[in-house]
């Protein structure tokens, strides 16, 4: 049973298209994140949400709008896409607060290629 | 700001040859740290953490010891195998509460072969 999935885990689609990335987990934690992977591995983080609440929104553009419905969900938009929005897209849970370990379980990413 | 620094790859090994990838950190404050790893095709796991000066974190024969006078988290481990191969990622977090997220150094891709 996997704890934290993402769909689709390939998405291939045309500049100026609007696409959705899902994502769940089953492990009962509190926070969820969006990472974005470029080509050279680097990692930088976009969103965070703690119970449905936004908490960190790097500066991405606002063409990406996360969505998180319940605390077990949280769902990436993408308005108008673009070629520099080609990435792995990796959704991430963890707990927050006090209980904040440091601990992320990560999602197998979703390949995103925007021709 | 807070940022962590590795050496950058791809560090390419002969099996069974000792292994050293390097990371440095800066932080307002007192963080925890970590490395990550990412094996081909999937997302990232933790391969091990330590929370204060000179714990030492180990795990799958890895290790790496939190250096506060040199700000410093190296990873280590004595013989490495194929299966080692991956990108290894130094972290840390700052803990003010709330859903608080890692700071990731860049990477490191690590080749290892037979």
């Known amino acids: 049973d996997t704890a934290v999935s993402q769909t689709p885990k390939y998405l291939v689609t045309q500049m100026g298209n609007d696409k959705s990335i899902k994502c769940e987990q089953n492990l009962g934690h509190d926070t969820m994140y969006w990472y974005k992977q470029d080509s050279k591995k680097f990692l930088k983080i976009m969103f965070s949400?703690?119970?449905?609440?936004?908490?960190i929104n790097e500066t991405v553009p606002n063409r990406f709008s996360p969505k998180s419905p319940d605390k077990a969900h949280l769902n990436l938009h993408i308005n108008s896409l673009e070629l520099g929005d080609s990435a792995v897209y990796f959704c991430a849970s963890g707990l927050a607060g006090g209980r904040n370990t440091g601990e992320l379980f990560f999602g197998e990413g979703s390949r995103l290629t925007v021709l | 700001g807070n940022s962590v620094t590795q050496m950058e790859g791809p560090v390419t090994l002969s099996e069974e040859a000792f292994l050293t990838i390097n990371c440095t950190y800066t932080a307002t404050g007192y963080p925890s740290l970590f490395w990550y790893v990412q094996y081909p095709g999937e997302g990232l796991q933790l391969l091990l953490k330590?929370?204060?000066?000179?714990d030492k974190g180990s795990n799958k024969g890895f290790e790496a010891t939190y250096r506060k006078e040199t700000t410093s988290f190296h990873l280590e481990k004595g013989s490495v195998q194929v299966s080692d191969s991956a990108v290894y990622f130094c972290?840390?977090?700052?803990?003010?509460?709330?859903?608080?997220?890692?700071?990731f150094g860049k990477g490191t891709h690590l080749i290892i072969q037979p």
């Open positions: 972290a840390l977090l700052l803990s003010g509460g709330g859903a608080d997220g890692l700071t």
């Open positions: 330590a929370t204060k000066a000179d």
């Open positions: 949400y703690n119970n449905k609440e936004l908490i």
